[in-house]
């Protein structure tokens, strides 16, 4: 499913108990990214989409238990195995000053912050360890990865693109 106005926020990895709950990988604040009531699009693994309501949400050993009022028993919330939770962009919650959506970073220009010269642009961002990497394509063609910290990352804005602090022997 691939649609502007649709923002991936997780994974259904996998039913959770026998009361049609289901076990959540969250792409964003985690709990946070779910509330009570919060209507949600559930693409399955093979394609098909559904309309979902969030009727509780918790934490649970990293991940997000979701009861949804749509599913009441394990062989329902089997069939969303592997499925992916969208949100209409609309929707998406506020965030802090220093924060900003993936989908906000990609294609933004990267700068090296003692010079202002022109290194490449944001082609991905990589969410799955402690920290976020930048995946940034050079103006060259290759591919570098930065991790998403104070040290490297300078600022960021998003009408003018990221400065950064060169990382000895980044671009070589």
Known sequence: MERKDKILIGKITSPHGIRGEVRVYPYGKGLASFSKEQ???CCNHEGKQHTVTVEAARSHKGM?????KEINNRNQAEILRDGSLFLDEKNLPKLDDDEFYVKDLIGLSVYNVKDKVKLG???DV?????????EIKLEDGRTVYVPAVKEFIKAVDLANGISIALIEGLID
């Open 126 to 134: 990589l969410t799955q360890g402690p920290q976020d990497i930048y």
């Open 64 to 68: 997000v238990i979701l009861k949804l």
């Open 39 to 41: 209507e949600l699009t």
């Open 121 to 123: 642009v944001v082609n």
